[in-house]
C-alpha cells in the first residue's frame, strides 16, 4: 500500500533552515508529481510547493517562494523540502502528498503523510 513518510521537522531559530524529507514506497514514484502541504495551528490545510514527476517543474505558494526548494530523487524514492530563511508564521505540521497524475500544476492529491512538525522560535 502507499505510504509516505516525513522526516526532519524539529525547531529552528527565525532566519534558520531545515530540510524535510518524505520516504515513499508502495507506488510508482517516478510517475507522479509531489506535494508538500502545512497546517498550522487552528487553520486549515495549506499548499506549499509541487515537483513534477520527473523534477522539471516546480511551483511554490507566494509565502515560501523564494525561501523554500522542493527536489526529489526518484532512485531513492525521496522528495526534499528545503527551507530557508524560516519565519515563525512558518511554524506548522508539513505533509508531503502524492499527486495524481505526473504534472506539478494539478493540484490534486490522493495520499499524504502523517506529518512532521516545525517549529520556528527564538
Known amino acids: 500500500q502507499v505510504q509516505l513518510v516525513e522526516s526532519g521537522g524539529g525547531l529552528a531559530q527565525p532566519g534558520g533552515s531545515l530540510t524535510l524529507s518524505c520516504a515513499a514506497s508502495?507506488?510508482?514514484?517516478?510517475?507522479?508529481?509531489m506535494s508538500w502541504a502545512l497546517q498550522a495551528p487552528g487553520k486549515g490545510l495549506e499548499w506549499v510547493s509541487s515537483?513534477?514527476?520527473?523534477?522539471?517543474?516546480?511551483y511554490y505558494a507566494d509565502s515560501v517562494k523564494g525561501r523554500f526548494t522542493i527536489s526529489r530523487d526518484n532512485a531513492k524514492n525521496t522528495v526534499y523540502l528545503q527551507m530557508n530563511s524560516l519565519k515563525p508564521e512558518d511554524t506548522a505540521l508539513y505533509y508531503c502528498q502524492k499527486g495524481t497524475t505526473e504534472l506539478g500544476y494539478v493540484k490534486e492529491f490522493d495520499y499524504w503523510g502523517q506529518g512532521t512538525q516545525v517549529t520556528v522560535s527564538s
Open positions: 508502495g507506488f510508482t514514484f517516478s510517475s507522479y508529481a
Open positions: 515537483i513534477a514527476s520527473n523534477g522539471s517543474d516546480t
